[in-house]
């Protein structure tokens, strides 16, 4: 979508970004737009894996509420969290009960999301640290709400002793202006003994994870200038291929800058295959 360009660079802040799952939605915004990547990864085995580019900058640092914590490193590291796994619900799907076992804690002091200094205001966030949101989340409240974007990994059933629900989380969230628009990846997992398709990590219909992507809600939609109109359309596009969503931003960009966008949008969009998530 070369006809759109950012006027000024997109600034994305990952929180947990250990390359222990992929993050090619975040990769293709970074290759097709004037873009720059913070990270945040405290598990230093797995912060010695990410890869520094001119577009990315890490921090081994640990995003909380400025106390110290002790880090419960797991053996499979996706499962590393400042919370204790809830072995009694995990224990009812396979594989997670050994993946999620501690293996070491390590004791490090965080720092509030609000206290950290960026070179510009963020405008995606993706928070996955596993049952930890919420606290990043009430210790980020001002970084936060200049977002357009926020990803957060969020369970419907908490999976942690001490996450807060999904529901609690998503208040936080409207409470800031933004609305759920969006599933990125629904993670799905059969109970035991079931397997399906003789594979244990597929599963039918219970929903054991989200990738929520929230936007900033209509009403703020409405008073986005041209610049933050086009970086919102360009991380909807590239990262999350919402093309109905981005259809509807054009149009409002079209009359914020007596432009034509739209006619080229839809000359691409007919050139796409568009699929249903679900």
């Not at 800031?176 to 398709?197: S, W």
Request: aromatic letters at 12%; a neutral charge.
């Amino acid at each position: 979508m070369k006809f759109i360009k950012n006027d000024s660079k997109i600034y994305i802040c990952d929180i947990g970004a250990s390359p222990c799952d992929p993050t090619d939605h975040i990769e293709n915004l970074l290759i097709n737009t004037d873009s720059f990547l913070y990270g945040f990864e405290p598990n230093e085995e797995e912060f010695n894996k990410l890869e520094i580019t001119d577009k990315k900058k890490f921090f081994k640092k640990a995003i909380g509420d400025g106390s110290n914590q002790l880090l419960n490193i797991c053996r499979y590291p996706g499962w590393t969290s400042f919370l204790e796994p809830d072995e009694d619900y995990v224990k009812k799907f396979h594989n997670f009960e050994n993946n999620s076992k501690i293996i070491k804690q390590i004791p490090m002091k965080t720092e509030r999301l609000d206290e950290i200094n960026f070179e510009k205001e963020i405008d995606f966030f993706k928070i996955d640290v596993q049952g930890f949101e919420s606290i990043i989340i009430e210790n980020g409240l001002n970084k936060i709400s200049d977002a357009l974007v926020v990803q957060l990994e969020l369970s419907p059933v908490p999976i942690y002793k001490k996450e807060k629900s999904m529901s609690y989380v998503s208040n936080l969230m409207e409470k800031l202006n933004f609305n759920l628009n969006m599933f990125h990846k629904i993670n799905t997992k059969a109970f035991k003994p079931m397997i399906i398709a003789n594979k244990t990590t597929i599963g039918l219909h219970t929903i054991f994870q989200l990738d929520c992507v929230f936007v900033r809600n209509f009403n703020e939609i409405e008073k986005l200038d041209q610049d933050k109109l086009k970086k919102l359309i360009l991380i909807m596009f590239y990262s999350f291929k919402s093309y109905d969503f981005v259809d509807y931003l054009i149009n409002k960009l079209d009359k914020v800058s007596n432009s034509n966008f739209i006619k080229e949008y839809r000359n691409l969009i007919s050139t796409l295959k568009l699929t249903k998530r679900y």
